[in-house]
């Protein structure tokens, strides 16, 4: 069962009484636990028929007593239990006893970082229950959370706006509800968002110079790529993670420039590549500057500048300088390589 699945589900009042939720996104997860609560115990019933346990400190025992009891002046109970991974192995063969009898009146559910899917106490859970794995959202899938949470609250984005949150806010999705807050109360009644309201609420400086100087890198603009590493080393960037990024911003186009070699549509490159589709335009105008092997010595070269980086007496502004001044200049040290 997915995530939106479950939550059609909860909808129609037709939940699975055993549901084990994982995955890294934490924030779809919590949002579906209160969705699910909502619909199975109402608060006036929750006193007596919900319980919120953690697995840290509960014994099997307890926790089968608490599932077999029966609700109070109400249809449903629902027992949660958190950090699941916790649960020993002989804990987990434990409970497949009352997995394969569970009791029909209570919503029984785990919540977990990971699964092994391999244990029995998995394999049993599948056939009986539900398992929902909740992943975090690829950056070509952030804009349409934020056009659903935006038009949830009666809110839209103009292009520009919409594109300039997403690089801002990066893909936590957390972190992106909490912006939107400020940005909701920012604007308030105003319905339509444009860029100016973005800039306004959403300021990260350092990640705009980064995009700065990864597009100028692209393009081979090198003195706007050196203007732009010595503002981001100046605001207190770590070298290794300026390199990181540059190291990201290249793969990404090394993989589109292989995807239209072999004829990919387009519409289909932000998906395989995991971009935000806002961006592709312009990362279709930089994959096309490099040849694959000019690719295949970039990364040759990005492995030295690291080792340089961690090991080497040399200043990081001179061994990214001098990286940057081969990736960026019109004739570059990289075709004198091949």
């Known amino acids: 069962m997915t995530p939106a699945e479950l939550s059609r589900a909860i ?39 919900f319980d919120n346990l953690s697995a840290r400190d509960i014994r099997v025992e307890a926790i089968i007593d608490q599932a077999r009891t029966f609700p109070v002046f109400a249809v449903h109970r629902l027992v949660l239990i958190k950090d699941a991974q916790h649960l020993s192995s002989d804990s987990l063969d434990d409970l497949v006893p009352y997995l ?4 029909p009146e209570t919503v029984l559910v785990f919540v977990s970082d990971k699964i092994d899917g391999r244990r029995k106490f998995f394999q049993e859970f599948k056939k009986r229950g539900a398992l929902v794995e909740f992943k975090k959202l690829y950056d070509n899938q952030i804009p349409m959370f934020v056009r659903d949470q935006a038009r949830q609250g009666g809110r839209s984005f103009t292009e520009d706006a919409l594109a300039l949150l997403c690089r801002r806010v990066g893909n936590n999705l957390q972190e992106i509800y909490g912006e939107l807050s400020k940005l909701f109360a920012y604007i308030g009644d105003k319905t339509l968002i444009d860029v100016a309201d973005v800039a306004a609420i959403i300021s990260d400086t350092r990640v705009d110079s980064v995009f700065e100087l990864t597009d100028a890198l692209g393009m081979k603009k090198a003195e706007d790529a050196q203007r732009f590493l010595v503002r981001i080393l100046d605001e207190g960037s770590a070298p290794l993670l300026v390199l990181s990024m540059i190291v990201r911003h290249f793969r990404q186009l090394w993989k589109i ?13 932000p998906r395989q590549v995991g971009i935000n589709p806002y961006f592709l335009k312009g990362l ?55």
């Open 257 to 269: 420039h292989e995807l239209l070699e072999l004829k990919t549509q387009e519409k289909e490159i």
């Open 100 to 103: 394969q009898d569970p009791s």
């Open 284 to 338: 279709l105008n930089q994959a096309g500057r490099f040849s694959h092997e000019q690719y295949r010595n970039l990364f040759e070269r990005f492995l030295e500048a690291d080792l340089a980086l961690k090991s080497s007496g040399a200043h990081p502004t001179a061994i990214l300088g001098s990286l940057i001044s081969e990736i960026a200049l019109p004739v570059s040290s990289l075709e004198r390589r091949q």
């Open 11 to 49: 909808d129609n009042k037709e939940f699975p009484n055993l549901l084990f939720l994982y995955g890294e996104e934490t924030y779809l997860l919590e949002k579906c636990l209160r969705q699910l609560l909502d619909a199975a115990v109402p608060v006036v019933d929750r006193d007596f028929n």
